[in-house]
């Protein structure tokens, strides 16, 4: 007895086969992928459009706005919404020293006279170390809380001394010099040196330093503004009617605060 013709043995590969059958509609979730094959893939429907529930085609087309926060910008084409009105760009605050006028620096220059009355240190000068000011007669000053008062170099006291976190007294005396202490600037608004017959030697950490003339060709006598803007410091030369300490400080605008402690009896 011979081999079954080999048609017979192709026809019974072909029943066995599970990709070739067409599966049961009674059992759908044991039923294979069926791999659509050439041109026929196109327009044959899946078994998961069939299951898919109808889409409906009355849902309005305009753009919905976004439920959260998004960082995109407005997409090309996109209309705004209506309900967000625009808004202009926030501007970053200007300081008050970007506006300051053009000055020269403190080591642009040797001496500050009538002529060339300012000088304005840079931020590091400003922060750093104390600034001295030599052959001075009298120092007044004011700082942020509107404390004011002044010594002189005889070591006399008036209104009330501004003290730092490291109990150092912002602006006083220290061996004939008045002393503004640099690491606490931001203390100090503002403060007056008062010159002697002799010109005032500024000194700044690192041995920078500047002079300024005593007197004007007029015979006036000088008084040195220091004042603050933003953290800088600024210094002016000005020459006023020569006169006692109490007048310069009634010049410009200081008024002396009256100390506690006469009053109550404590310090």
């Known amino acids: 007895m011979g081999l079954p013709a080999w048609p017979a043995i192709t026809s ?8 070739a059958r067409a599966p049961r509609p009674d059992i759908i979730y044991m039923s294979r992928r069926i791999r659509p094959t050439g041109a026929s893939s196109a327009t044959m429907p899946t078994r998961a459009d069939e299951a898919a529930p109808a889409v409906r085609t009355n849902v309005s087309t305009s753009p919905v706005p976004p439920s959260g926060l998004s960082l995109e910008g407005p997409r090309a084409g996109t209309p705004a ?5 625009s808004r202009a760009p926030l501007l970053a605050p200007v300081r008050d020293s970007a506006r300051l006028f053009t000055a020269p620096g403190f080591t642009e220059i040797r001496q500050m006279t009538e ?10 000068q400003s922060g750093i170390g104390t600034m001295m000011v030599h052959a001075a007669r ?3 000053w004011e700082d942020i809380d509107g404390v004011t008062g002044a010594e002189n170099a005889q070591g006399e006291l008036a209104g009330v001394a501004s003290h730092t976190t490291g109990n150092r007294k912002l602006v006083a005396f220290h061996d004939g010099s008045a002393a503004i202490s640099l690491r ?5 608004r503002r403060a007056i ?9 500024v000194s700044l950490f690192g041995d920078a330093a500047l ?3 005593p007197r004007s060709p007029e015979g006036k006598s000088l008084v040195l503004y220091v004042s603050r803007i933003d953290n800088l410091l600024e210094l002016r030369a000005e020459y006023v009617e020569a006169g006692n300490d109490e007048a310069m400080w009634y010049a410009f605008g200081f008024t002396m605060t009256t100390p506690t402690h006469l009053h109550t009896g404590r310090r």
């Open 115 to 124: 002529s060339t009355p300012i000088a304005r240190l840079n931020a590091r």
């Open 81 to 85: 919404y209506a309900g967000k009105a």
């Open 12 to 19: 019974w590969r072909s029943d066995m086969d599970l990709s």
């Open 138 to 140: 009298s120092a007044a």
């Open 211 to 213: 002079a300024v003339s």
């Open 184 to 188: 606490h600037v931001r203390r100090l």
């Open 193 to 201: 040196v008062i010159a002697q017959d002799e010109p005032l030697v």
